[in-house]
């Protein structure tokens, strides 16, 4: 399966910046007609929880679904790849992450992009009644995603995985969102982070400090003062170079396809570098011209975008 870069997605000629490609479809696509879901809320063994959301169909094959950063279960996005696969014979679990279904979570911890003993939890609630598992991810959920796949293999019924805009280096990558190309989103990212951050020390003052937050000017600033000591790492640096999906792809056992897009506002270099995967035959990055963060946005006369119907024919092929 030999690395390549793929020219086939052709966005619309209105879209003609990559923040265009990036932004419409986070605020403006409406997912229709996607299959009511069944909720179920998971305790995880340290005493949180995480919101599951299934879409069951009685199919053999289940595809879970991982978001973004700031993002949750009923985002577009997840909506989208969760009615693509639904309507094509799989069943569909797609979840929230820590903090992200509208309820605070109960421990200090947050989410983040290296926290796959949430996605193992995940996967384990599904194990007793599927044989053929695939994993999507978007994002910091692609960087999860990929890390999971790339630690010691866990279980035989994973078959496949696909990440969508993955930061392949979070070093690299939270640089690139301090340029004035990303500034827009880093802006963005913290306020809804240091909301939570206020929230949740509100409930746990003793472990909460909201006083750091008036040294925390970037992304790189959260992740020293909050999700590095919150989560065991030593500080930012340390936390992405433990947690950054290309340190665990030559750990990747799948057949696996990393969908970037070349001009995606969000992503360094290093994630649409094709050496990274030059030499590992399971794992296909495939990079495309356009298509923004997330986006690859496909005219409405279309049933799905274009990334839905990549990773669906990928985990059909494979």
């Known amino acids: 399966m030999p ?31 996607v299959a ?24 053999s094959r289940l595809v879970i679904i991982q978001h973004g950063l700031e993002g949750s279960a009923d985002r577009p996005y997840m909506l989208g790849m969760a009615k693509c696969f639904y309507e094509n014979g799989y069943d569909v679990l797609t979840w929230s992450f820590r903090g992200c279904s509208g309820e605070m979570n109960r421990t200090a911890r947050f989410y983040h992009s290296g926290a796959t003993d949430d996605l193992d ?21 692609g960087n ?19 990440a969508i805009s993955a930061p392949l280096d979070l070093d690299a990558g939270v640089d690139k969102l301090h340029t004035a190309n990303g500034l827009i989103y880093e802006k963005r990212f913290l306020r809804n982070l240091k909301k939570k951050i206020r929230e949740k020390a509100f409930l746990m003052p003793d472990q909460i400090h909201v006083e750091k937050l008036r040294n925390v000017k970037t992304l790189r600033d959260f992740d020293d003062h909050y999700t590095a000591p919150l989560h065991g790492f030593k500080n930012a640096t340390d936390y992405y170079r433990q947690c950054s999906a290309k340190y665990f792809l030559n750990g990747i056992k799948v057949p696996t396809l990393i969908l970037n897009s070349i001009n995606d506002p969000l992503l360094s270099r290093e994630s649409i570098d094709h050496r990274l995967t030059a030499a590992l035959p399971l794992v296909h990055l495939e990079t495309t011209k356009h298509g923004g963060h997330v986006g690859f946005y496909q005219k409405s006369s279309q049933p799905y975008f274009w990334s839905e119907r990549r990773a669906l024919e990928f985990c059909q092929q494979n």
Not at 36 to 59: I, M, N, S
Not at 144 to 162: D, H, S
Request: hydrophobic share 35%; aromatic share 12%; glycine share 6%.
């Open 121 to 141: 939890a995940v996967v384990q609630a599904a194990l007793p009644d599927y044989q053929d598992i695939s994993l999507v991810g978007f994002s910091l959920g």
């Open 3 to 33: 690395a390549k870069d793929n020219f086939d997605y052709i966005r619309p000629k209105r879209f003609f910046s990559p923040h265009l490609e990036t932004i419409y479809p986070a605020l403006f696509r409406k997912v229709k007609k």
């Open 36 to 59: 009511p879901a069944t909720h179920e809320r998971l305790d995880t063994p340290d005493g949180d929880f995480l919101d599951l959301d299934w879409r069951k169909q009685g199919c």
């Open 144 to 162: 999860l995603t990929l890390k999971y796949l790339g630690e010691a293999i866990r279980y035989p019924q994973i078959k496949r995985g696909v």
